[in-house]
């Protein structure tokens, strides 16, 4: 009988998701395997089970296309994430659903493409006896013993073209602009971007900020006649003696909702500078659209990595970016903890020698 393979997108999405789901069905190919879409996340695995077979005219047009294919939840019976990233554990009989799912469908191994909350579940179904591999996605690029996850270079793509963009904006009006960016508790959209974007200011959340600093920049600024400032925000950044900024209230069973600080630092700037400040919150845009060039090569060597692990034999274990070259780490080791900025790191002190205000 023929191998068969499965293939779930879970959390939020990002581009290349559809890139990595057409690498892994041709490496499967390649095996003479065939490989099958899980439709809605984990829970397509269960009754009424929704599939979809990944076939040779299913990957028409699917390495530059953004989302993905097979949909996904970042919500329900299988979140793994609750409140500021707390862990959840998953309920042995849900477990035991999953492996009935997959003896139902014939699969003989999971591949998981997702980010802190679902490479968490597949190393839950793991520790279950599930055959499952881990690709890592997520546009925080958040994840421990990858340098990159896929899909955050197109989203600090993303970021940088709204700094070009609200550059010229600021100018014309001697603004202060300020732009939030995403990334939850890390601040690597917002460092990337924001030196690759001039940005003045950037806030991430490893760095607590102060307004005297920021004001202290714009001073400094308007000093030299530069009559603008751009100024970038991750969306955990917060001020010394304050808190993160989330949207709304908490919802049981899911993660925090973060947003909002974009707008209390325009108005606290707007009110002690006296200058005219405007927000731009980027939102959304950051994780639509068709991913980059880097992104799609990197989403190809995961796809087709993650599938030889699976022909290997080694479960449990995720493909990871090393720079150099592509390596397999336990996915436990990568969900453990986030991986955040290092503030004394390259990219950090390279913002500083460049003069940009960090916020301290
Ligand atoms: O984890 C990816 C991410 O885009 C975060 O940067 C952001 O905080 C969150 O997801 C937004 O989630 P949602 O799409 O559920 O609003």
Same mark, same amino acid.
């Given at each position: 009988m023929t191998k068969k393979i499965g293939v779930v997108t879970g959390g939020g999405d990002c581009p290349g998701l559809n890139a990595v789901i057409r690498a892994v069905a041709k490496a499967a190919r390649g095996h003479g395997w065939e490989s099958v879409g899980i439709l809605g996340g984990f829970e397509g695995l269960l009754t009424p089970r929704n599939t979809i077979p990944l076939d040779y005219r299913a990957l028409d047009g699917l390495l530059t296309r953004g989302g993905t294919i097979l949909g996904?939840?970042?919500?329900?019976?299988?979140?793994?994430?609750?409140? *500021?990233?707390?862990?959840?554990?998953?309920?042995?009989?849900?477990?035991?659903?999953?492996?009935?799912?997959?003896?139902?469908?014939?699969? *003989?191994?999971?591949?998981?493409?997702?980010?802190?909350?679902?490479?968490?579940?597949?190393?839950?179904?793991?520790?279950?006896?599930?055959?499952? !591999?881990? !690709?890592?996605?997520?546009?925080?690029?958040?994840?421990?013993?990858?340098?990159?996850?896929?899909?955050?270079?197109?989203?600090?793509a993303c970021a940088t073209d709204a700094l070009d963009r609200l550059h010229s904006t600021a100018e014309s009006h001697n603004r202060v602009m300020v732009l939030e960016v995403m990334g939850r508790y890390a601040g690597w959209i917002a460092l990337f971007a924001g030196v690759a974007g001039g940005a003045d200011v950037i806030l991430i959340p490893e760095i607590p900020f102060t307004y005297e600093s920021i004001c202290a920049k714009i001073q400094e600024r308007e000093k030299q006649g530069k009559r603008f400032t751009l100024v970038?925000?991750?969306?955990?950044?917060?001020?010394?003696?304050?808190?993160?900024?989330?949207?709304?209230?908490?919802?049981?069973?899911?993660?925090?909702?973060?947003?909002?600080?974009?707008?209390?630092?325009?108005?606290?700037?707007?009110?002690?500078?006296?200058k005219e400040c405007r927000n731009c919150v980027l939102g959304h845009l950051q994780r639509g659209g068709i991913p980059t060039a880097f992104d799609r090569a990197l989403c190809s060597i995961f796809g087709a990595e993650a !599938?030889?692990?699976?022909?290997?034999?080694e479960f449990g274990k995720m493909v990871a970016y090393q720079g150099s070259h592509i390596a397999s780490i336990d996915i436990k080791e990568a969900v453990g903890s986030l991986k955040t900025v290092n503030p004394k790191g390259s990219l950090a002190t390279t913002a500083r020698a460049l003069g940009i205000c960090m916020g301290d």
């Amino acid at each position: 009988m023929t191998k068969k393979i499965g293939v779930v997108t879970g959390g939020g999405d990002c581009p290349g998701l559809n890139a990595v789901i057409r690498a892994v069905a041709k490496a499967a190919r390649g095996h003479g395997w065939e490989s099958v879409g899980i439709l809605g996340g984990f829970e397509g695995l269960l009754t009424p089970r929704n599939t979809i077979p990944l076939d040779y005219r299913a990957l028409d047009g699917l390495l530059t296309r953004g989302g993905t294919i097979l949909g996904t939840a970042n919500r329900g019976r299988f979140s793994a994430k609750v409140g *500021h990233g707390d862990s959840r554990a998953l309920p042995t009989e849900l477990m035991e659903e999953v492996k009935q799912g997959m003896n139902a469908l014939g699969l *003989h191994a999971l591949i998981s493409i997702g980010g802190d909350g679902s490479l968490s579940i597949a190393q839950q179904m793991f520790e279950h006896g599930i055959p499952v !591999v881990g !690709v890592p996605k997520t546009i925080d690029n958040d994840l421990q013993g990858t340098l990159m996850t896929f899909g955050f270079d197109s989203a600090v793509a993303c970021a940088t073209d709204a700094l070009d963009r609200l550059h010229s904006t600021a100018e014309s009006h001697n603004r202060v602009m300020v732009l939030e960016v995403m990334g939850r508790y890390a601040g690597w959209i917002a460092l990337f971007a924001g030196v690759a974007g001039g940005a003045d200011v950037i806030l991430i959340p490893e760095i607590p900020f102060t307004y005297e600093s920021i004001c202290a920049k714009i001073q400094e600024r308007e000093k030299q006649g530069k009559r603008f400032t751009l100024v970038i925000v991750a969306e955990g950044a917060k001020p010394k003696d304050g808190a993160m900024v989330a949207r709304r209230e908490q919802q049981k069973d899911r993660e925090a909702r973060l947003g909002g600080i974009g707008d209390v630092v325009t108005a606290e700037l707007e009110q002690r500078t006296g200058k005219e400040c405007r927000n731009c919150v980027l939102g959304h845009l950051q994780r639509g659209g068709i991913p980059t060039a880097f992104d799609r090569a990197l989403c190809s060597i995961f796809g087709a990595e993650a !599938v030889e692990l699976v022909a290997r034999g080694e479960f449990g274990k995720m493909v990871a970016y090393q720079g150099s070259h592509i390596a397999s780490i336990d996915i436990k080791e990568a969900v453990g903890s986030l991986k955040t900025v290092n503030p004394k790191g390259s990219l950090a002190t390279t913002a500083r020698a460049l003069g940009i205000c960090m916020g301290d």
